[in-house]
């Protein structure tokens, strides 16, 4: 087996006692020699996040205010670990680069990275690794956009040349050096990306949680680890609101062909949820993978007869939301009606704007806005080849006393979309879970 790429998010690493269980697991496989951690994360619930106390030094900072007692509170959470690790690295000069370069006016991107940098530096210590800043090798251009292809590039060219490594997660540079972020749990992109640059034989990523599960345990009881899942499958789950992994972490492992473990730092032998790109039908123990979805969706339905054959009809109706700048999330149709789902925060203000240039744009017989709406995804490959999936889910939310609003089937079979009142939301998902999974 060759080399793993391990990934720690915040709540691995957000104190002494973390960093120990993280050697322990790091030690506890030959092969585990390529880590990338977070920043520290909460303690106890009521803790800030160290990234979080970067964000508002920089802003303090920049506003001209005192930032001293906030950035004093960082170096006292480093200091703890080290002091509490027995590390004898340097600290000091690092935490009051940070400082110095806070006070010069840095951004926000730089502060918020500054989680991660130190931490890989006490990370790198306390291992015996050396450390590699993750500046050297994540690549982004002028516009702060990021460069798959050149920075897989440059991270291979890099770490070819080290048997192991601690690269710091979440942030990059541009090609001028200055520092950017990717978007919050990017640290999960750069777990995939040194993966993909060592051609790691497997990418584990591990968490506060065992894998993914099959619902949203704040409203289903106890619910089901996934064991295994296809890329394609994660890719929806996330769409629809389950949130385990960065959803753009899967892209560069998937273009290697490397799969991904969720782990569970504080519970290491559980096996978690292994994520790849076909695995064998047989090793499923349910038809359906995951169930997944959130509230706060508006509907707009079109009517109008003929429109079938009315050339050009999907294209205006499209047209009026890219005036508005507004993306939408499904479009079911018939042949004489066709629905948009446009998530609420999107529409924002614009509904009777956008109504009226529908009104404009296709002359409709008629207009149905229905707000207050939900979404939830039942997703697994194995739906294709089992009859009767869709009827025994109906009869599920039937059974239940749940009114169906909008029925929408994914064109490989792989989901089921239904819309159903906000209200309904967590009794729909429930009695979807107890038909396919406890049932």
């Not at 992994?245 to 560069?252: R, Y």
């Not at 009517?303 to 507004?326: A, H, P, Q």
Request: some cysteine.
């Amino acid at each position: 087996m060759g080399n793993k790429v391990v990934k720690f998010g915040g709540s691995s690493l957000a104190d002494a006692g973390q960093f120990a269980k993280v050697r322990e697991i790091i030690r506890a496989d030959a092969a585990r020699l390529f880590v990338v951690p977070s920043a520290p994360g909460k303690r106890f619930s009521d803790d800030v996040k160290v990234t979080d106390m970067l964000y508002e030094s920089q802003r303090l900072a920049c506003a001209g205010e005192d930032f001293g007692p906030v950035f004093d509170r960082i170096c006292q959470r480093y200091r703890g670990i080290a002091r509490d690790l027995g590390l004898q690295c340097d600290l000091e000069g690092p935490l009051q680069k940070v400082r110095e370069d806070l006070a010069a006016g840095a951004d926000a991107d730089y502060a918020a990275s500054r989680g991660e940098f130190l931490n890989g530096i006490l990370l790198a210590d306390y291992l015996g690794f050396p450390f590699v800043d993750a500046a050297e090798l994540i690549v982004f251009d002028e516009a702060g956009n990021f460069l798959p292809e050149e920075t897989q590039k440059k991270a291979s060219a890099v770490l070819k040349d080290y048997t192991c490594a601690v690269v710091p997660g979440f942030y990059g540079a541009k090609r001028d050096g200055t520092v950017k972020t990717f978007s919050r749990g990017g640290s999960d992109i750069t777990g995939a990306i040194v993966a993909r640059a060592i051609d790691a034989a497997l990418y584990e990523n591990w968490t506060d949680v065992s894998g993914f599960l099959m619902a949203d345990p704040r409203i289903v009881k106890n619910p089901e680890t996934i064991d295994y899942i296809t890329y394609r499958e994660l890719r929806e789950l996330s769409y629809m609101g389950a949130s385990v992994l960065h959803e753009e972490a899967i892209f560069p492992v998937r273009l290697a062909g490397i799969p991904i473990n969720i782990k569970n730092t504080n519970a290491p032998d559980h096996p978690g949820t292994m994520i790849m790109d076909r695995f064998d039908e047989a090793a499923r123990k349910h038809t359906v993978t995951g169930i997944a979805g959130h509230k706060g969706f508006t509907v707009i339905t079109i009517e109008k007869e003929m429109m079938n054959t009315e050339r050009g009809f999907g294209r205006k109706v499209l047209s009026v939301l890219e005036k508005f700048d507004i993306s939408f999330e499904h479009m079911p149709s018939s042949i004489d009606t066709l629905s948009v789902v446009i998530a609420d925060a999107q529409l924002g203000d614009n509904l009777d704007a956008i109504l009226t240039s529908l009104h404009e744009a296709v002359s409709p017989d008629a207009l149905e806005v229905s707000d207050n709406m939900a979404l939830i995804a039942t997703v697994g490959h194995g739906m294709v080849r089992q009859r009767g999936v869709a009827a025994k889910l109906f009869d599920a939310l039937v059974g239940a006393g749940v009114n169906v609003r909008m029925i929408d089937q994914g064109s490989s079979e792989m989901n089921i979309i239904v819309g159903v009142e906000s209200d309904d939301f967590d009794l729909a998902v429930r009695a979807i879970y107890q038909a396919f999974v406890t049932a």
